[in-house]
């Protein structure tokens, strides 16, 4: 191939200009030390009462905003504004020194802009934030706390709420997949008397094990099914806390989810009649399969065998049992077992042979015929065996040299007994010329071109071509590349004899300070 090398710079600029806007909706505020507090006004009431809020002092002198914010069940973690951005010139103040600011609207119609719609319910922290008007960064917070005792009345200050315990039971330490265990939480307070309300979140890690269980008398349970993959499962629950008392999350209850090991069997087969008998004689076969150790009755199905040959289908088992018949077995010694297949359950077994010999037809002679399968042959050949890729160019980032083109199709052929299917793979050598270009750095797109229609054939996989590296170096991704044999297609055993024509899409990189020149590599194509 002929490298042309050439390079062509680019330069771009762009202008960022950032304005900022007081909006309501989810807080802009960073938290920020409190600098003070914040009162409700009016101190009891509804979730339609028309609020105002005092601050008890002035913000820094380096602010020129100031914002409101909520915070609590139902809204954004980082707080909704309940006022937007307000400049501090506009801000009346109070009697205290601080500012006394309006409340736009209820409460109630804020928690109906949430999605979903959120229920007032607990605790819920109002806070003043100081700030710039250009700046979301919080200069100081005045917080202050009401308590929704139902989700239309509020009180304020709320009550202090009192740390809580949470502890987790399993009805069981290990069970198989899919088998039921009951989760029991206990919540109590960390000192003192009372119970607990809300609820609780059973979690299978950070996986929710169905919906949240209400707590009552201090307890919550949930029976679940859900367990079913393999190994250690570390179950917690997760208290929600209520207006008195605080959330607390238990230590993690481990559960070990394992398949019980399979039961042996023993698999028994009886012929009638038991032999000699003549051509064309109805035989019977039957087939009793029982656990090894212990009670049940397995299930699954029988296959019937003479020697490596099936006898028919495979015969669902009912009660243990299986029964097939057959006329079609030859004149000579036959060796006749049943193969089970197994269940969830119990293990597949297979029968001793039970021997019959088929007498050979009366008044007659038989006749030993042979033939011989001649083995055949494997072949992989190309038309052309010259393949030149178009100039590599450098790329639109000036960060490599590339190419791509199709490699010649290859022809291959499959006559060979016993259609075992066949793997065709391909190998490159590094690149020669003026200098060397890695052999990793050519990847390609295999194609199935066209087969015979009794063929299976399918292309290999892409392989990435890697990223222009230096000669002598390995690829980040071991995957990258032709410089290991890399599958171009393979036929499926029984489905590969005929000819199949398969292709592949080059792509070649090469580093920036490849020498200009014409290099060359070597394709090893080759089919097992």
Same mark, same amino acid.
């Given at each position: 191939?002929?490298?042309?090398?050439?390079?062509?710079?680019?330069?771009?600029?762009?202008?960022?200009?950032?304005?900022?806007a007081?909006?309501?909706?989810?807080?802009?505020?960073?938290?920020a030390?409190?600098?003070?507090?914040?009162?409700?006004?009016?101190?009891?009431?509804?979730?339609?009462?028309?609020?105002?809020?005092?601050?008890?002092?002035?913000?820094?002198?380096?602010?020129?905003?100031?914002?409101?914010?909520?915070?609590?069940t139902?809204?954004?973690?980082?707080?909704?504004?309940?006022?937007?951005?307000?400049?501090?010139?506009?801000?009346?103040?109070?009697?205290?020194?601080?500012?006394?600011?309006?409340?736009?609207?209820?409460?109630?119609?804020y928690?109906?802009?949430?999605?979903?719609?959120?229920?007032?319910?607990?605790?819920?922290?109002?806070?003043?934030?100081?700030?710039?008007?250009?700046?979301?960064?919080?200069?100081?917070?005045?917080?202050?706390?009401?308590?929704?005792?139902?989700?239309?009345?509020?009180?304020?200050?709320?009550?202090?709420?009192?740390?809580?315990?949470?502890?987790?039971?399993?009805?069981?330490?290990?069970?198989?997949?899919?088998?039921p265990?009951?989760?029991?939480?206990?919540?109590?307070?960390?000192?003192?008397?009372?119970?607990?309300?809300?609820?609780?979140?059973?979690k299978?890690?950070?996986?929710?094990?169905?919906?949240?269980?209400?707590?009552?008398?201090?307890?919550?349970?949930?029976?679940?099914?859900?367990?079913?993959?393999?190994?250690?499962?570390?179950?917690?629950?997760?208290?929600?806390?209520?207006?008195?008392?605080?959330?607390?999350?238990?230590?993690?209850?481990?559960?070990?989810?394992?398949?019980?090991?399979?039961?042996?069997?023993?698999?028994?087969?009886?012929?009638?009649?038991?032999?000699?008998?003549?051509? @064309?004689?109805? %035989?019977? +076969? =039957?087939?009793?399969?029982?656990? $090894?150790?212990? &009670? !049940?009755?397995?299930? /699954?199905?029988? #296959?019937?065998?003479?020697?490596?040959?099936?006898? @028919?289908?495979? %015969?669902? +088992? =009912?009660?243990?049992?299986?029964? $097939?018949?057959? &006329? !079609?077995?030859?004149? /000579?010694?036959? #060796?006749?077992?049943?193969?089970y297949?197994?269940?969830?359950t119990?293990?597949?077994? =297979?029968?001793?042979?039970?021997?019959?010999?088929?007498?050979?037809?009366?008044? /007659?002679?038989?006749?030993?015929?042979?033939?011989?399968?001649?083995?055949?042959?494997?072949s992989?050949?190309?038309?052309?065996?010259?393949?030149?890729?178009?100039?590599?160019?450098?790329?639109?980032?000036?960060?490599?040299?590339?190419?791509?083109?199709?490699?010649?199709?290859?022809?291959?052929?499959?006559?060979?007994?016993?259609?075992?299917?066949?793997?065709?793979?391909?190998?490159?050598?590094?690149?020669?010329?003026?200098?060397?270009?890695?052999?990793?750095?050519l990847?390609?797109?295999?194609?199935?071109?066209?087969?015979?229609?009794?063929?299976?054939?399918?292309?290999?996989?892409?392989?990435?071509?890697?990223s222009?590296?230096?000669?002598?170096?390995?690829?980040?991704?071991?995957?990258?590349?032709?410089?290991?044999?890399?599958?171009?297609?393979?036929?499926?055993?029984?489905?590969?004899?005929?000819?199949?024509?398969?292709?592949?899409?080059?792509?070649?990189?090469?580093?920036?300070?490849?020498?200009?020149?014409?290099?060359?590599?070597?394709?090893?194509?080759?089919?097992?």
């Amino acid at each position: 191939m002929r490298i042309r090398l050439s390079r062509v710079l680019a330069a771009g600029a762009a202008t960022l200009v950032a304005t900022g806007a007081a909006v309501l909706g989810t807080a802009l505020s960073a938290s920020a030390a409190d600098i003070g507090t914040l009162t409700v006004n009016p101190a009891t009431g509804g979730d339609d009462s028309p609020l105002s809020v005092s601050t008890s002092g002035t913000c820094p002198t380096n602010a020129t905003t100031i914002q409101v914010t909520i915070k609590g069940t139902g809204f954004p973690a980082a707080g909704f504004n309940i006022v937007g951005a307000t400049s501090l010139a506009n801000v009346p103040t109070n009697p205290g020194g601080g500012y006394d600011i309006i409340v736009s609207d209820t409460l109630r119609n804020y928690a109906a802009q949430q999605t979903p719609p959120a229920t007032l319910a607990g605790n819920y922290t109002i806070t003043a934030v100081c700030r710039t008007a250009l700046s979301a960064t919080s200069l100081g917070d005045f917080p202050g706390v009401i308590q929704f005792t139902s989700p239309t009345t509020y009180i304020t200050p709320a009550p202090a709420v009192r740390d809580t315990t949470t502890t987790l039971t399993a009805s069981a330490s290990s069970i198989q997949p899919g088998d039921p265990v009951t989760f029991t939480a206990t919540v109590a307070p960390a000192t003192g008397t009372g119970s607990p309300s809300g609820t609780v979140q059973f979690k299978d890690g950070a996986t929710n094990l169905g919906a949240a269980v209400a707590v009552t008398g201090g307890s919550a349970a949930l029976t679940s099914t859900a367990l079913t993959s393999l190994g250690d499962h570390a179950v917690t629950a997760v208290y929600s806390g209520d207006s008195t008392f605080g959330t607390s999350t238990s230590a993690a209850t481990h559960v070990t989810v394992a398949t019980a090991p399979l039961r042996a069997t023993n698999t028994a087969i009886t012929v009638n009649p038991g032999g000699p008998v003549d051509p @064309g004689t109805e %035989v019977t +076969l =039957t087939a009793t399969v029982t656990p $090894a150790t212990g &009670t !049940g009755t397995p299930a /699954g199905t029988v #296959q019937f065998k003479d020697g490596a040959n099936n006898v @028919g289908a495979a %015969v669902a +088992l =009912t009660g243990g049992s299986a029964t $097939a018949s057959t &006329t !079609g077995l030859a004149p /000579g010694n036959h #060796q006749l077992t049943a193969v089970y297949s197994g269940d969830p359950t119990f293990a597949g077994s =297979t029968s001793a042979a039970a021997a019959l010999v088929v007498n050979a037809p009366a008044n /007659g002679a038989q006749e030993t015929i042979n033939v011989t399968v001649p083995a055949g042959a494997l072949s992989l050949t190309v038309a052309n065996a010259s393949v030149t890729l178009p100039d590599l160019q450098l790329n639109p980032q000036n960060t490599m040299f590339s190419s791509t083109g199709p490699i010649n199709p290859a022809t291959v052929t499959d006559t060979r007994a016993g259609n075992p299917g066949w793997s065709a793979s391909g190998q490159v050598s590094d690149f020669t010329g003026p200098g060397s270009i890695n052999a990793a750095n050519l990847g390609w797109s295999p194609t199935v071109v066209d087969k015979a229609a009794s063929q299976t054939v399918t292309a290999g996989g892409v392989v990435t071509a890697a990223s222009g590296i230096a000669p002598g170096a390995s690829p980040a991704d071991p995957g990258h590349g032709l410089k290991t044999a890399r599958t171009l297609a393979t036929a499926t055993p029984g489905a590969g004899l005929g000819t199949a024509h398969i292709s592949a899409g080059l792509t070649l990189n090469a580093p920036t300070s490849t020498p200009a020149g014409t290099y060359t590599a070597t394709l090893t194509l080759t089919a097992i």
